[in-house]
């Protein structure tokens, strides 16, 4: 099946920096997706981006299909980024999606 | 609703005992998907529903667990003679349409099988 790799696992920032996540996918797909779980456990979907690029207040996203890999760029990070980063994507185009490893984010005043 | 409705929010179940998970989606929304997510993983496909067809349930652990969606709303996500295994939070989301859309999660139920 489809592998779906995020880096890095871990990334621990003080507030105000800036930062990028990255998701690798191993088949080709028709849609990418961003989703951020806080602390709390709620999944809160942040893109859907199936290629080029977004942007929502301070996060954007890029998906560069052909080459199998999507951005996440976290700018002026702060405390309320905390949680896990999931990218999700179709599994042979269906609507069945399967998410990354996760990054682990905690960011710190 | 707002947004995807899941409860109840924790359930607590002796060994053996069956177990029902409700998820209410955003209405108007085609697509209904079940996830499993233990603790510190990602969410894993259960299965899902077009309407109130069932289009895939590949994800289902063992055929203990079943789920149901018969008017094409509300979803039923059962469980029968739980097992420790079983304890993860069960996640429910729902999407406008087939074919990719954003997906959008309910804030699950935490399962506790002792």
């Known amino acids: 099946g489809i592998q779906v790799e995020q880096s890095p696992p871990d990334l621990i920032l003080q507030e105000g920096a800036n930062s990028t996540l990255r998701c690798n996918f191993s088949d080709s797909v028709n849609n990418l997706q961003w989703f951020h779980q806080n602390p709390w456990g709620q999944l809160i979907n942040l893109f859907y981006i199936p290629s080029g690029t977004k942007q929502n207040g301070r996060l954007s996203a890029t998906t560069v299909a052909t080459e199998r890999y999507s951005l996440l760029y976290i700018s002026s990070s702060q405390t309320t980024d905390s949680g896990v980063y999931f990218c999700?994507?179709?599994?042979?185009?269906?609507?069945?999606?399967?998410f990354g490893t996760g990054t682990r984010l905690q960011v710190f005043p | 609703g707002a947004g995807v409705s899941q409860s109840p929010r924790y359930k607590v179940a002796k060994r053996g005992q069956d177990v029902a998970l409700r998820c209410d989606p955003i209405s108007g929304h085609v697509s209904l998907f079940w996830y499993q997510q233990a603790l510190g993983q990602g969410p894993e496909f259960l299965t899902y529903f077009q309407n109130e067809a069932q289009l895939d349930k590949s994800g289902l652990p063992s055929d203990r667990f079943f789920a149901e969606r018969p008017e094409g709303s509300v979803s039923t996500l059962k469980i029968q003679r739980t097992q420790q295994e079983d304890s993860a939070v069960y996640l429910c989301?729902?999407?406008?349409?087939?074919?990719?859309?954003?997906?959008?999660f309910g804030n699950g139920t935490r399962l506790t099988v002792t």
């Open positions: 989301a729902s999407s406008f349409r087939q074919g990719g859309s954003p997906l959008h």
């Open positions: 999700a994507v179709p599994f042979r185009n269906t609507d069945k999606l399967i």
